[in-house]
T-cell receptor, first 113, second 114 residues
Framework: EPEVTQTPSHQVTQMGQEVILRCVPISNHLYFYWYRQILGQKVEFLVSFYNNEISEKSEIFDDQFSVERPDGSNFTLKIRSTKLEDSAMYFC???????????FGSGTQLSVL | DAKTTQPNSMESNEEEPVHLPCNHSTISGTDYIHWYRQLPSQGPEYVIHGLTSNVNNRMASLAIAEDRKSSTLILHRATLRDAAVYYCILRANAGGTSYGKLTFGQGTILTVHP
């Protein structure tokens, strides 16, 4: 079965630094998502992206966050100035047009020190 | 998004059936009922979804109450690999404004005993 690929699997950064988390969605999918999961807590929606623009975002997705589809295959999440509370597992997901099923990647564990 | 209620945890023995309940009394007519699971240290994984009729796939079955206020995920023969957190999620029709967003709750932690 096709997969959503996320890199890196682990990222360690210093507070205040910028990080970019990368995702390669499934090739014929047009809807993209970022979720995060703080250790021991539930999976939280961050943002959805369609047709080269944000279609929906949560309160968590503030001005420090941005998303981009820089080419035909990658989908990135940038955190401009990381805070300790940004430490979490970040999941990318994608969905095809007309499909109900979201395909999730295996995540990037972000640790902010 | 309409809310779902699931037990915090359930236990099962290997090779026995498991019935995971979910209540969603405020479901609207166009909400799909989705089940995802999350194995330890992995991303959520789609299990099954339905709208009104019962559904079967290679992983599980979904039984939906006639009034759609509850549903049950059925694993026909649990294996150790089925130990995971199972999430019951209502998703508004993608034709609306939700763009397919899923809102996860706490889910049910399923423990499978050998």
């Amino acid at each position: 079965e096709p997969e959503v690929t996320q890199t890196p699997s682990h990222q360690v950064t210093q507070m205040g630094q910028e990080v970019i988390l990368r995702c390669v969605p499934i090739s014929n999918h047009l809807y993209f998502y970022w979720y995060r999961q703080i250790l021991g807590q539930k999976v939280e929606f961050l943002v959805s992206f369609y047709n080269n623009e944000i279609s929906e975002k949560s309160e968590i997705f503030d001005d420090q966050f941005s998303v981009e589809r820089p080419d035909g295959s990658n989908f990135t999440l940038k955190i401009r100035s990381t805070k300790l509370e940004d430490s979490a597992m970040y999941f990318c997901a994608s969905r095809r047009t007309g499909g109900e099923k979201l395909f999730f990647g295996s995540g990037t564990q972000l640790s902010v020190l | 998004d309409a809310k779902t209620t699931q037990p915090n945890s359930m236990e099962s023995n290997e090779e026995e059936p498991v019935h995971l309940p979910c209540n969603h009394s405020t479901i609207s007519g166009t909400d799909y009922i989705h089940w995802y699971r999350q194995l330890p240290s992995q991303g959520p994984e789609y299990v099954i979804h339905g709208l009104t009729s019962n559904v079967n796939n290679r992983m599980a079955s979904l039984a939906i109450a006639e009034d759609r206020k509850s549903s049950t995920l059925i694993l026909h023969r649990a294996t150790l690999r089925d130990a995971a957190v199972y999430y019951c999620i209502l998703r508004a029709n993608a034709g609306g404004t939700s763009y397919g967003k899923l809102t996860f709750g706490q889910g049910t932690i399923l423990t499978v005993h050998p």
